[in-house]
């Protein structure tokens, strides 16, 4: 499995195993973690299983529309396993190498402490050593308090979403003429709606000018206990990968 492959694998793994997202230190691309969920918090006590629909919109200065549309079945365990199969069709370079229908799995599996990163199509895989993150640094803290104070959250209340309760917040980022070379202000806009309960995201939609639109949304959402066997790792010729970090467990409010 190409260095492609892999990096879209660990891009993709979806907000279901996540906590709220916030504005932080990274640029733009910290605040596109509503979609694309780099975290890796484990969450216990809160299983579930559903259809991750992700739709991005780009109008082009000639007025033209692009538009990609993907899909991902997810699963979470009362253990806090984690699961993702989606497929990587729309992902530039990596459609034309992967032959444009790859398909990508994503296995975190909190409990033996790895994670594994699969390719269907050739049967080979990459496993990484799940390690507990190291606290923040003072500097590290202070330059993500900063940078959040930046940005203006307001409350959207709760709504009912997939027969669960989620609660809204749009968070709206400026940045300032000049900065990245524009003339005017630009306002970079992210709307989540965020369960306590299944402690996931639920929906959320990025709107950036200079990008397009991001939207992504669970249906078909289950709350029984998926099979195990999704979580098992049989039939793989798996290689072994750099170690990769996680939160400590949370459980299910």
């Keep these: 499995m190409n260095k492609l492959t892999i990096a879209a694998l660990l891009v ?7 906590g709220p997202r916030h504005f932080g230190p990274g640029g733009d691309f910290a605040m596109e973690r509503a979609e694309f969920g780099i975290s890796n918090k484990v969450v216990q006590g809160a299983p579930y299983s559903a259809q991750a629909v992700t739709q991005f919109t780009q109008t082009l200065p000639n007025g033209d529309h692009v538009q990609r549309t993907t899909t991902a079945s997810i699963a979470r365990d009362s253990q806090g396993r984690t699961r993702v199969d989606r497929s990587l069709a729309a992902v530039g370079a990596l459609s034309a190498t992967a032959g444009g229908q790859a398909r990508a799995i994503m296995i975190h599996d909190s409990v033996a402490g790895v994670s594994y990163a699969l390719n269907p199509a050739t049967k080979t895989g990459t496993s990484m050593q799940i390690r507990t993150r190291p606290a923040a640094s003072e500097a590290h803290a202070q330059h993500s308090a900063a940078f959040k104070a930046a940005v203006k959250t307001d409350d959207l209340g709760t709504q009912v979403m997939q027969g669960i309760t989620a609660q809204g917040k749009r968070m709206t980022r400026v940045i300032a003429a000049g900065q990245e070379g524009n003339e005017k202000e630009i306002d970079i806009v992210t709307e989540t709606w965020y369960s306590p309960d299944l402690q996931a995201l639920v929906m959320s939609k990025t709107s950036d000018p200079r990008y397009g639109e991001t939207t992504y949304q669970l249906t078909g959402l289950s709350r029984a ?12 010729a798996i290689t072994e990968g750099r170690a990769m970090m996680h939160q400590r467990p949370a459980a299910a409010q």
């Design 12 to 18: 993709t793994v979806s907000v279901f195993a996540q």
């Design 225 to 236: 206990e998926p099979d195990p066997a999704l979580f098992a790792v049989t039939g793989y």
